[in-house]
């Protein structure tokens, strides 16, 4: 579905699991996500997706496996690290500033980039200046590309819920990351929210490049824009795949429908 | 100025000479990364040389048809120029037309090279590529999505701009050559009209037609190189494209393009246009807006706002005039000036305006008189396609509501005995392209354009337009019957968007009526009326009487009228939908096809003059979430009150 040939594996999990005291919201779950493709993580309720995500950007530390990304090879990750090697992602309840205007919320994604020291910004001496230009553009080319430019200078609580996700996907995308998470980016919106949000996650990654790991539970668009799929039950990975075959997987049938129970 | 018409006679050779003589005054304008971006003349016109050298590059020849596609932006204009320059006709198109509406220009001009914004537009003349053969090259501005577009016909814009810095660096003389071959009598652009009638027409125009009625209009106003405009309405439309291309080219304005369609309103605030045009559904749109906002004040403020409002209703349009007004108001309006009109000019980005117009349809007085009073220059023009806009401008001090000025300096005006009203000007258009039979339909041997418009002269040589001649027709009594002006006098309700009245050869005249959602909308959430829609609240029985009481009004206002006095209206319903340009009830610029409506709603026609209470409808209509359904009700009929003709003396 991706615009720009997959590429090689950039990010794998190895026999990862996470329990949260005896709760085990991971056992053992391995797969990959190659360079340049849209990775989709389904799965019925409480299957540990966002755990998933988690782990992958260092919020949740696994106690067994590996994480290994573009090269090097983590117990757990720090989620600090992650930021800088060029993972970003948004939340599935939208995590942004609400009295912010969308290009300060946007702004706050290029944190990581700047380097002048606290004095030299206040100051606006140094390099301070062209730093603060360089950024602004980006942000502003970020809007562009999200066409939000209408409401710029509005603070983002008094948007609607479809174009703050819009804002939360373009603070992600203003830390220029190489692998965007993407937890629920659909949830709550209407058909044509939808459609619009589609588009920019198929764009993000034709024009960036990016990669893009989302979980998402409507199989519509899970069906029509990701490349590969991996289905989670109970914190264990049931299926991998292609939509197609995920799709036919008896497996994947049973934990969305449920099995009858032979008494 | 010391400009020489005679020599500058085509919009090229203008260009090149504002390059030379204002180079670093900016020329366009445009808001990008949420900056205004500049161009001066001298950036605009290489941008031209480089454009012009690449489509030579491509095959553009001197006579050949170009279609532009797009919104305003300055590459946009300067590919139009461009195109210009080597001989070619720019033949702008609507950029929200389907793309089969798009197919019909293309064919008919038989049209090989293109410009398109965005993707959205290059889609569309992709889409009806196999029925326009002769399309063979696409150039596309915005390159965003049309990455893995490999069609053999798009070329990007960078890249043509590349190939004809290149052309031009090897052969620098080539284009001043082709500059020089035009002359004011070759063909500068074709413009289609909007179709309200039928086909679209294309609308020839030569340098000369745009050029001369641009000066004459600019000198009136006394436009120069420090006016500033912002281009917002879609190019295609021949005013737009007076305002931000020949009356620019003529004075060496700076024209400034907006960011997106939703930000105008931030972006006019910014940009402090001191020349405006808009037409009188937008200004309706903003007074709405600030009506909104002052309904949502604390009492004071609102009795503030009241008071002031009339102050400036009795003497702001004679202060803006320069007529004599008691000192005591005057006073009173320079501290209402203080802080109310001026702060409410800079909210609504007309500080600056020295001229506004505003055409295209009739503006209801009270509209009109708001803008005047609070101290912005609001005329009225009149003009069409075909006469390359200015016909009768209202001049400064001579300003009535309900007329649209005396004819500009070189128009003739005469009329039929059918009181249709002929023009003859420099401004006339050449022909409609490939289209005898309705050129000389239009244009008599004497050269006399006839406009199909019914109006007047008034005494005081002010011409007044009452409707279109083929749409004035008799009751069955025989009284004269004038459909749009009726129409006009009930859209200038706050609370009636738009209206069709029948009545041509039938014994009365009955109305469909559109709410305004909006208007109607707040009215009822301050009733605390609930409603699901535009289709539940055009049906509620108190919506019906708010409808009725305007109704009414106009027709005691009809019967002040001896003339007309007969049709007044006395029967009417609420449609069930608004009309859609989409569905073909509305033209694209939002005119009312009386006819088509007719038609399609034929059965409701007719039970409006029947007797009947009530009529059923069945329509498939789309909701907002993309399903469709069938929507079926009964629609109500009301009857109106009607009054008696007051013999010979106007109503209060």
């Known amino acids: 579905m991706s615009g720009r040939p997959v590429g090689e594996v950039t990010l794998s999990v190895e026999a990862v699991s996470l329990a949260f005291g005896g709760v085990k919201a991971l056992s053992e779950v391995s797969f990959d996500v190659r360079e340049h493709e849209v990775r989709a993580i389904i799965g019925p309720n409480g299957a540990g997706k966002s755990s998933m995500l988690n782990v992958l950007n260092g919020v949740y530390h696994p106690q067994q496996g590996k994480i290994r990304f573009q090269g090097r090879e983590f117990e757990d990750m720090d989620s600090h690290e992650a930021a800088a090697m060029g993972i970003a992602r948004t939340f599935q309840n939208i995590a942004l500033f609400k009295g912010m205007t969308v290009l300060d919320n946007i702004m706050t994604g290029r944190n990581l980039k700047m380097h002048c020291n606290f004095l030299q910004q206040a100051l606006w001496i140094g390099p301070a200046r062209r730093e603060e230009l360089e950024h602004r553009r980006a942000v502003e080319e970020i809007i562009d590309f999200l066409e939000i430019q209408h409401v710029r200078k509005t603070p983002v609580g008094r948007l609607p819920y479809g174009l703050q996700k819009r804002v939360e996907l373009g603070r992600a995308l203003a830390a220029e990351p190489k692998v965007l998470l993407l937890d629920e980016p659909m949830a709550g919106m209407n058909l044509e929210e939808k459609q619009d949000m589609c588009r920019f996650v198929l764009d993000v990654n034709d024009h960036f490049g990016t990669t893009i790991v989302l979980i998402e539970h409507d199989m519509g668009v899970v069906m029509d824009i990701s490349d590969r799929v991996v289905v989670l039950d109970y914190g264990r990975k049931i299926a991998d795949g292609s939509p197609s075959e995920v799709r036919g997987n008896q497996k994947v049938i049973d934990a969305y429908l449920g099995v009858a129970h032979s008494a | 100025m010391a400009t020489d018409i005679g020599k500058l006679d085509t919009f090229p050779k203008l260009l090149m000479h504002h390059a030379l003589v204002r180079g670093a005054r ?473 209206a069709v009245c029948f009545g041509d050869r039938r014994d009365r005249v009955c109305a469909f009526i559109n709410i305004d959602p909006d208007a109607v909308g707040n009215w009822a959430e301050k009733r605390n009326m609930p409603y699901s829609g535009y289709t539940d609240l055009a049906s509620r029985d108190e919506v019906y009487e708010l409808v009725r009481e305007c109704i009414e009004r106009v027709n005691a206002d009809l019967a002040g009228e001896p003339e007309i006095a007969n049709s007044q209206i006395h029967r009417f319903l609420i449609l069930h939908k608004e009309l859609d340009a989409d569905d073909g009830e509305l033209t694209r610029t939002r005119k009312v096809r009386r006819r088509i409506v007719g038609e399609k709603y034929d059965s409701l026609v007719a039970a409006l003059y029947s007797a009947s209470r009530s009529v059923h409808v069945e329509a498939q209509i789309k909701y907002e979430d993309g399903r469709s359904g069938i929507y079926s009700a009964d629609l109500k009929i009301r009857d109106a009150k009607v009054f008696a003709p007051a013999a010979g003396k106007r109503a209060a």
């Open chain 2, 26 to 498: 900016p020329a366009i304008r445009e808001k990008d990364l949420g900056i205004w971006q500049t161009w001066t003349w001298k950036e605009f016109a290489d941008e031209v040389r480089f454009v012009a050298c690449g489509l030579a590059g491509l095959g553009l020849a001197r006579g050949e048809h170009f279609a532009l596609v797009g919104d305003n932006r300055p590459r946009f204009y300067a590919t139009m120029a461009a195109a210009q320059c080597l001989g070619a006709i720019p033949v702008p198109l609507y950029q929200d037309a389907v793309a089969t509406e798009m197919a019909f220009p293309i064919q008919n001009a038989s049209i090989e090279f293109a410009f398109a914004e965005d993707q959205e537009q290059v889609d569309k003349l992709l889409e009806i590529l196999p029925q326009c053969p002769t399309l063979r090259k696409i150039c596309f501005d915005d390159p965003k999505g049309l990455r893995h577009y490999a069609q053999p016909e798009l070329v990007p814009y960078d890249r043509l701009l590349e190939a004809g810095r290149e052309n031009y660096r090897r052969d620098p003389a080539f284009l001043e050559t082709e500059i020089a071959k035009g002359s004011g009598g070759d063909t500068a652009a074709m413009f289609f009209t909007s179709g309200t009638t039928g086909v679209p027409k294309g609308v020839v125009h030569t340098h000369a037609s745009l050029l001369v009625p641009a000066r004459t209009a600019a000198e009136l106003e006394g436009l120069g190189e420090n006016d500033v405009i912002l281009a917002y309405l879609p190019p295609a439309w021949i005013g737009q494209n007076i305002f931000s291309c020949a009356q620019a080219f003529v004075t060496g304005y700076c024209i400034a393009c907006p960011e997106a369609s939703e930000t105008v309103m931030a972006d006019m605030r910014e940009i402090g246009p001191t020349y405006y045009f808009a037409p009188p559904r937008v200004l309706e749109n903003l007074l709405t807006q600030v009506s909104i906002r002052i309904q949502d004040l604390w009492w004071g403020g609102r009795w503030a706002y009241g008071y002031f409002m009339a102050v400036a209703n009795r003497v702001g349009g004679k202060i803006l005039e320069g007529k004599p007004v008691p000192i005591g108001e005057r006073l009173l309006y320079y501290l209402g000036e203080l802080f109310l009109y001026g702060p409410l000019r800079n909210v609504l980005g007309m500080s600056r305006v020295k001229v506004g117009y505003t055409a295209g349809e009739a503006i209801g007085p009270d509209l009109f008189r708001f803008y005047r009073s609070i101290g912005i220059n609001l005329k009225q023009l009149y003009g069409s396609t075909e006469t390359a806009v200015f016909v009768c401008i209202q001049p400064d001090g001579q300003v009535k509501p309900d007329t649209v000025g005396p004819a500009v300096r070189g128009v003739e005006l005469k009329f039929t005995p059918e009181r249709e009203l002929l023009i003859r000007s420099p401004g006339l258009f050449k022909e409609y392209y490939r289209n005898a039979q309705a050129t000389s339909e239009a244009k008599d041997a004497e050269g006399w354009f006839h406009t199909g418009d019914a109006g007047f002269v008034d005494p005081d040589g002010h011409l007044k337009i009452i409707d279109r001649v083929k749409d004035v027709g008799g009751l069955a009594d025989g009284t004269l019957f004038a459909p749009k002006y009726l129409e006009n006098k009930l859209k200038f309700f706050p609370h009636i968007r738009e």
